[in-house]
Structure formats: C-alpha cells, structure tokens
C-alpha cells in the first residue's frame, strides 16, 4: 500500500472511530446505524482494494456509501412519477406539429386553431387550481393515478376524433390530466426524496418535460409527411406512457408524509422504511410528526387552508414567492420562444415549412439538454444562485433578440411597386411601405423578386389565409414561384436574420437549467405539509394561467409593438423578475422539509441563507481534504 493511501485510512479510521464515540455517547440510535453501516464498508473497501490508491479508494467508498445511503427504489418512484411531466411536454408541444396537417384536413379556422391549442393551457390551469383540494383530501397517488386516466382517455379521444368539437373535448381532457399531474408529481417527488438528493429528483420531473417536447418535435417532424392522419399518430402515441404511468403506480405507495399527516401510522412508518431501504426511519418518522403537531397547535385547523395560509405570515410569504416565481418563469416568454420557434425561425429566414419543423426540433433539444445541467447543478449551487445567474442570463439574451428585431427592422426593405387597380381586398396591404409594416399585419405578406440576393422589386399583398404559403391574388398567388419570385409571410428578408436564431439558443441556454425548472423545485419544497398542496396548486394555477396569457397575446403584442418591443416587454418583465428573485429566493438546498418554513419567518425579502447554515445539517467525515455526506444531523458530531 503507498504512503498515501495508507495515511488515507488511517486518517479515515481515526475520523470513524471518532464519530462512533460521539455517537454513542449521544446515545442517537439512527445516527449510530447511519455511522456503523459507512465505516463498515468503507473498512471493507479499504481492505480489499488497498492497492488501488487514495483517489480509487475514496470514490468507492462514495459510492458504496451513497448506495447504503439511496436505495434504487427512491429512483424508481421519481422516474415513474416523471413521466407525467413526459406527457405534460408532450401534449403541450405535439399540438403545433399537428395543428400544420389538422387545419388543412378539418378546415379548421383561425378561430378553431386557437381554441384547440389553448383549450388544453385553461383545462390546465382550471385543473391545477382544484387539484390541490383532490390532493389534500385524496392523496398524492389518487391524484396521479387520476392524472394518467385523462392523459389516456385524451389520447384515445383525439387519435379517434371525426370531427373539430371532439378534437376540441380531447385537448381539454388532456389539459385536465396536464394540470394535475404538474401540481402533484413535483410535491409526490420531494415528499419521497432524502433532503439531500431532492433538488435533483424534482428537477428531473422538469428534465421530462422538456424531454417531452423534445420527442413531440421528433414525432411532429415524422408524422409530418402522412399528411392524411399523421396527427391521429401524434396524438394518440401519449397513451403509451400514460398507461405505463397507471400500471406502475398501482404498485408504487403513497406518499409518506401525507399518510403521518392523516394518521395513517402504521401504513406510513412501512412506506418509509420502503424508500429509505436499510436505514432506521424513526429520526425522520418523528421529525415530521413533531413539525404536524407544533404547526397545528401554531396555526389551527380552523377554517379554509388557503385563509389560513394568508393570515400565517411563513406561509403568506412562501405563497408570494411560489407564485412570484412561476410568474416570472412565464413572463420571461419561455412558450412564446417553445410554442413560436418555428415562425421565429422563419422570420430568421427559413422559409422552408418542413425545415422550420425539424429545427424547432434541435431549439427543444437544446432545451433539454440545458435542462439536464440543471439536473446536475441545482445540488452544486443551490437553488438560488441556479435561478439568479439563469434569470440574468435570459434577460440578457431576450435584450439580444429584441435588438436583432430592431436592427432587421431598421434595414427593413420598401415596399416598390403598388398595384395599378387597387381593389378593396387589395387596399387592406397597399398602406404598407415597408416589409416590417407589412409582416406586421397578419392578413398581408411580402411578395418580393430577388436578383442574386438584392431585392428588385416588392409589394405588399394580402394573403392566402387557407395556407399562408402564397398571396390570395397578384404576384406570389400562384404556388410555383418562378425562380426570382419569393413570398414571406410572417417574416422579412434583412441581413440580420441570424441574430434572432443565436439569441434563441443563448436564450436557452440559460433558462433551461433555472429558470424553466426551479419555480417548480422551490415549489415543492417552501410550504409546510397542511398548507404544501394548496400551495402548489396556487402556484401551478399561476403558471398556466401567465402561460396562457403571453402565448395568446404574443401575436397582438407583436403587431402593436412590432417584434423588437415584444421582446423588450419581455425583458424588461425578467429584469423585475431578477430583482424579486434576488431579494426574496431563500436558499433551500439540503434543508429537511420540515425546516424550510423557518426561511420564511423573518419579513420578506431578507433571504438567501449563507453557505455556513449548512453546518447545522450536514455531517461531513473529512479524508484529507474530500468531504463524505453522512448524515442529516449537527456537524459538530464530527469536529
Ligand atoms: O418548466 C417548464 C419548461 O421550462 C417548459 O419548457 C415550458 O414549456 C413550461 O411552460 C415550463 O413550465
């Protein structure tokens, strides 16, 4: 064995037995256990693989130690429950695909368009605003096995429907399962999940959804060239996950604390034990009971749970800053850029319908993937620098974007040639004497001849509004465009098009790991059990229904502010949302549920716990410089 490795156990022995001593002389049984099981193996580690080396013997010890520590099951119960969050990205995303081969197939007019699309955002909203109270009285397993049933009997309804209206009861089925499901999972998720490790589990429900809308973009692509039915496949394929969910969580248990909450003892102590595998649960099992019992004699059970957490000050404050947080998640315009790439890209200059789908493909893996930093982060930073430096980072590149608008506005070609007769139809188009003004208007487009990329010759026309790939009548109506004839529809054709598609992608790049996931992580986990599902659901409430009012305004908000002041609107609402979250996000990460609320006692807006706070909790046996998390108790065992 090298010098190195040998001071390395010893040091290491020296430390366990150390803790060991104070462990028992503190008489703390679960602690003790907790202690005894890591020395054990990290002796039995030491002694087979002495050879291996310090670094080699301490990463094994990690591992084995964070295997003693998490079993599997705990994975299995959050993976499971994330696939409500797949189906909330997917059917929220699968729409616009569909909607390319369902508007020409049904007839579907502008109108129609937008009640199938947005039906399922209210559903959603309406749904997690009740699903708190299904919550509290039910349970959380109730609640999602519920869930999956409309997520399936929407799938079944819309890949059979034969007419609009019961495409239309599909999507709003649908919405209710979205709704449910997205209030629920994350609260079933941190209930489940060992303090440590919660941050991550929760925030791989939002890794799902944007994996969701990732796949409903491949999917979309895909299907795109079945023109007859491909949107009965797009529709119908969520069954699949959803009806997984339904087997799965027949077998899989009720959440803990909700089951102490409602005195189920015996039921809960077992399903503890179940998800904490060979750890002793008493320390925990009191912990959450002792918080039940102070908060009731605190607060009462009198009267409704929402009046109480108004007039309880902790829980007052958390309510603002959970719904505070999912605002500004949606103000930010996160679905503008999800539910909009494709026209984005367009204005960016891809004319192309089929390309403009398969790159709203790469826009959501991009979002995906920055979603799974978050994953990886949210326990390496905490939560509230993740949300602080990914909510600058969005503001910063919506400034960009705005500015790419401006610019390509500002070089915006005229308008050159008007027609000689102008016919009422006509004159709608003709006041245009620019490409922006005429962009601007949904019923015009831009009809221009190019020789080797300069602009001859242009005009403003009204549009085909059947397809809005042509004009309804003069230049571009016919659809073979000769070689120098192009229509744009939605977009303008200016040197600066690129910017619009580089700040999407830095626009990305830092919401996905906060900003789109840490609303509902810091959701999950700020309010006290009594007040934990009515909590979120106000919250989920919040976000669909801010959802729902930027996506349907975004098109309005353009035309009156043309693209580049949408987009500073935008802006200028993150920059608000920055200094709320800066002021008023306490720091959670590795806090035990039952302690967070005490983050909220003091007057609003003095938080953000230092570092140092984790002394308190977190136990550390040093090995020359490498830190082993060991347990859930006061680090001052160990010094
Ligand atoms: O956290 C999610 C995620 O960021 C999604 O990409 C977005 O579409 C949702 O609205 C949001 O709630």
Aim: proline share 3%; charged share 15%.
């Amino acid at each position: 064995m090298s010098r190195k490795a040998s001071d390395n156990v010893e040091y290491t022995l020296r430390s366990l037995s150390h803790l060991m001593k104070e462990k028992r002389r503190k008489k703390d049984e679960n602690a003790g256990e907790r202690s005894l099981v890591a020395a054990e193996s990290y002796t039995s580690i030491n002694s087979q693989g002495a050879t291996g080396g310090g670094g080699d013997l301490e990463r094994a010890a990690r591992r084995q130690f964070q295997r003693d520590v998490t079993p599997a099951f705990v994975y299995v119960v959050s993976v499971f429950s994330a696939l409500g969050g797949f189906l909330f990205g997917y059917d929220t995303g699968v729409v616009s695909g569909a909607m390319l081969l369902l508007k020409k197939q049904m007839n579907l007019t502008a109108l129609w368009q937008e009640l199938v699309v947005s039906s399922t955002v209210g559903a959603a909203a309406l749904s997690a605003l009740l699903g708190g109270l299904l919550n509290g009285t039910c349970g959380r397993r109730p609640s999602i096995l519920i869930a999956s049933c409309f997520f399936t009997a929407g799938a079944v309804v819309l890949a059979a429907a034969g007419n609009k209206e019961t495409l239309l009861a599909g999507r709003v089925v649908v919405g209710l399962g979205i709704g449910l499901a997205s209030m629920t999972i994350p609260v079933y998720i941190a209930e489940a999940a060992p303090s440590h490790l919660r941050g991550r589990l929760v925030t791989i429900n939002t890794l799902f959804i944007t994996g969701g809308q990732f796949f409903a973009a491949v999917i979309d692509g895909a299907f795109s060239y079945l023109a007859k039915d491909g949107w009965r496949y797009m529709f119908g394929l969520s069954a699949v996950p959803s009806v997984i969910q339904f087997f799965g969580f027949l077998f899989l248990p009720e959440s803990p604390r909700w089951l102490i909450q409602k005195g189920q003892t015996q039921k809960a102590r077992r399903v503890l034990s179940q998800i904490r595998g060979n750890q002793t649960i008493d320390e925990e099992y009191d912990s959450i009971k002792n918080s039940i019992d102070e908060e009731e004699k605190e607060v009462g059970t009198a009267g409704p749970v929402i009046c109480r957490m108004l007039t309880y000050p902790p829980t007052r404050r958390a309510l603002i800053v959970g719904c505070g947080l999912q605002m500004f998640q949606q103000l930010s315009g996160i679905n503008t850029v999800m539910y909009y790439c494709a026209t984005i890209l367009q204005m960016s200059g891809m004319q192309d319908d089929t390309l403009a789908i398969w790159l709203s493909a790469v826009i959501a893996l991009i979002n995906f993937i920055f979603t799974l930093f978050g994953v990886w982060l949210v326990e390496k930073l905490g939560r509230r620098k993740l949300t602080i430096g990914s909510l600058a980072g969005t503001t910063i590149a919506l400034i960009i974007l705005a500015l790419g608008f401006l610019l390509s506005a500002q070089v915006s070609p005229p308008v050159t040639l008007y027609p000689r007769n102008s016919s009422s139809e006509n004159s709608i188009c003709t006041k245009y004497s620019d490409c922006n003004g005429c962009m601007l208007d949904p019923n015009c487009g831009f009809c221009y001849q190019a020789n080797k990329s300069n602009i001859v010759e242009s005009s403003c026309v009204p549009v085909d509004k059947k397809f809005n790939v042509k004009a309804a009548l003069g230049r571009c109506s016919n659809e073979s465009k000769t070689e120098e004839l192009f229509w744009a529809y939605n977009y303008c054709p200016t040197p600066y098009s690129w910017i619009a598609l580089v700040s999407l992608i830095i626009y990305l790049v830092f919401f996905a790991p906060g900003m789109g996931p840490m609303p509902w992580t810091v959701n999950s986990e700020i309010y006290p059990l009594w007040a934990r599902s009515t909590g979120n659901a106000c919250s989920s409430g919040v976000n669909w229904i801010f959802n729902v009012l930027i996506s349907l305004t975004f098109l309005h908000t353009a035309e009156y502010l043309t693209y580049y002041g949408a987009f500073f609107l935008y802006a200028g609402f993150a920059a608000v949302g920055l200094i709320f979250i800066y002021g008023c996000l306490p720091e959670t990460k590795g806090k035990k549920l039952e302690e967070i609320e005490s983050l909220f006692e003091n007057k609003l807006c003095t938080c953000g716990a230092s570092e140092s706070d984790e002394g308190r909790y977190i136990e550390y046996i040093r090995v020359k410089g490498s830190n082993y998390h060991l347990s859930d108790n006061d680090a001052s065992d160990v010094e």
